[in-house]
């Protein structure tokens, strides 16, 4: 299945919890879940908003960097998505940012 069929089954939030349990990092799930909640967004909204964010920001050192692990991945699918998730949920989110509708990040 390709990333993007992913994302668009997001909307149902029991899939979106499925998918990302398949991720097999429980750490990453609950703060993605702590921040979605903070937030006051579902959880599969959040997540399929972090990878579009991680899409249209992602530096190009980070770009070659994905390209590289994506070669060794045993499923290039979770660790695109791993590392978007990383990506948004890096320390300056931490700081009073986060992603607004339209995908970007904005300062409280």
Request: glycine fraction near 8%; charged fraction near 30%; aromatic fraction near 6%.
């Amino acid at each position: 299945m390709l990333l993007g069929d992913v994302l668009a089954q997001f909307d149902d939030d029991a899939m979106a919890a499925e998918t990302l349990l398949r991720l097999d990092d429980l750490g990453l799930v609950a703060r993605l879940r702590e921040e979605a909640d903070a937030q006051g967004r579902a959880l599969g909204e959040f997540a399929a908003s972090s990878v579009r964010h991680y899409a249209a920001n992602a530096s190009d050192e980070e770009w070659v960097t994905l390209m590289a692990t994506l070669g060794r991945a045993g499923d290039p699918g979770v660790a695109c998505m791993k590392r978007a998730f990383a990506f948004v949920l890096a320390d300056d989110i931490r700081a009073g940012e986060k992603c607004d509708d339209k995908h970007h990040l904005v300062r409280d």
